[in-house]
């Protein structure tokens, strides 16, 4: 059973970056996507991005294109989330997710995804 927890969140300033982790306690299966997604007050949550178990597949929302990069370590079962050039409208609580049934053109519905953590705030002042 996968277990997650997600860190890194805090308060910034427009244009600064931040390194969000996502520590996988549990065992991960090859095949497995992790995924990253946020939720703003008052509006559903978004899909941000994801990685496959390898590493070698990679997928972001248009909106975070260009700015945040995934990444992980398969020695500490890690996946992270750089954000760069953050701006206000990334301000959310963060969520990692685990899809155990593998890369698919549907890895940015939170359906797919059976396990999360509890979040992690990012605010971006202006």
């Known amino acids: 059973q996968a277990q997650l927890a997600e860190s890194g969140g805090g308060l910034v300033q427009a244009g600064d970056s931040l390194r969000l982790s996502c520590a996988n306690s549990?065992?991960?299966?090859?095949?497995?996507?992790t995924g990253w997604f946020r939720q703003a007050p008052g509006k559903e949550r978004e899909f941000v991005g994801a990685i496959n178990w390898s590493g070698t597949n990679k997928d972001y929302a248009e909106s975070v294109k260009g700015r945040f990069t995934i990444s992980r370590d398969s020695a500490s079962n890690t996946v992270y989330l750089q954000m760069n050039n953050l701006k206000p409208e990334d301000t959310a609580l963060y969520y990692c997710a685990l899809d155990k049934s593998g890369w698919s053109r549907f890895r940015n519905l939170r359906s797919r995804y059976t396990s999360w953590g509890q979040g992690t705030q990012v605010t971006v002042s202006s």
């Open positions: 549990g065992r991960t299966s090859g095949g497995s996507v």
